[in-house]
């Protein structure tokens, strides 16, 4: 790949908000679901690589040092006329990427070979790295599995009706592709879904990482959920909540009625038993009615000669247990 500074068009004195805001720029000029040119998903995937590379704090100073390449694969650093390193003379050796991020150093002496008092084999570490059977001296030996690449965070939002019926949405991952996910029914906020080897290239050949996609709910307009329960505020009027009523009221699946006892007072909370979301056994949560009582829109004369009269003679303290 080119050099990451160049495919976003930044200097490599830029600081990091001047490498996102290229970024998005070029992101959004090249979007594959947006863009004409006949390059495009080539691109956005490069523009997508270069900024995994220089958008993130310590592979930027990786690469601006020489230890990773524009792919974010490490260099072999040391050989250099097998000069002395760290390790003393003779001391050489190379950094890779570790499983969890970032890169770890190994350092090994050349000299001595088996035998010479503190040799090292070279077979032995490259049957670490690249999985080699025949490591000297080892037949026989059961060969090891190449480091694989590292996972990829991604998170993608639905709308709650898409929770709970499933639906495909689409997720653009850090990697530089855009993957159409399905998401099962009745999938709780912050669930993540695993894209078996989506994730980032393995650095020395073995399978690809996987792609981590955390689910978010969106907010929606009335309903609010705690985790497989809802929670709703219904409007009623002060006769309904005074005389009693039956009115009707939305869930996920159409709307019910519910039966308002006489006498009830603005944030009473009624239950409707298996009205929410539903879970892996067949079940569903319930829905949380909490009842808020609404005036009229426009000032009524004889409901305040009323409330005057009540004020005068029926005055009672709602509030005398908070004092």
């Not at 990427?97 to 040799?119: D, K, M, S």
């Amino acid at each position: 790949m080119r050099d990451p500074y160049t495919v976003l068009g930044v200097p490599k004195t830029a600081d990091a908000a001047e490498i996102k805001k290229a970024y998005r720029k070029l992101a959004k000029k090249y979007h594959p679901d947006q863009s004409t040119d006949a390059k495009a998903k080539d691109k956005f995937a490069e523009i997508g690589s270069a900024y995994e590379i220089i958008g993130d704090e310590k592979k930027r100073g990786a690469y601006d040092r020489g230890e990773i390449d524009a792919e974010g694969k490490p260099r072999f650093q040391g050989f250099e006329g097998f000069g002395a390193g760290a390790g003393g003379p003779g001391a050489s050796g190379f950094s890779r990427q570790a499983p969890g991020g970032g890169y770890e150093h190994f350092e090994f002496n050349l000299g001595g070979g088996r035998g010479g008092g503190g040799g090292f084999d070279a077979s032995d570490l490259f049957a670490d790295l690249f999985g080699n059977a025949g490591r000297r001296g080892g037949g026989g030996q059961q060969a090891r599995t190449p480091q694989k690449g590292a996972d990829a965070a991604a998170s993608v939002t639905i709308g709650l009706a898409e929770a709970v019926k499933g639906t495909t949405a689409r997720v653009a991952l850090p990697t530089g592709r855009t993957l159409d996910v399905s998401v099962p029914a009745g999938i709780e906020e912050g669930k993540q879904i695993r894209l078996k080897g989506q994730g980032y290239a393995s650095p020395v050949g073995g399978e690809a990482g996987d792609a981590m996609v955390t689910v978010q709910i969106a907010k929606h307009p009335y309903f609010k959920v705690e985790g497989r329960d809802l929670r709703l505020d219904l409007p009623v009027t002060l006769y309904e909540a005074v005389l009693g009523a039956k009115v009707n009221v939305p869930t996920l699946n159409g709307a019910v009625e519910l039966a308002v006892p006489a006498g009830s007072s603005g944030g009473r909370t009624l239950r409707l038993r298996g009205k929410g979301l539903p879970n892996a056994q067949g079940g569903a949560g319930d829905l949380f009615v909490t009842l808020r009582i609404v005036l009229p829109e426009t000032a009524d004369p004889e409901l305040t000669a009323l409330m005057r009269k009540w004020e005068a003679d029926k005055r009672y303290d709602p509030r005398k247990d908070l004092i």
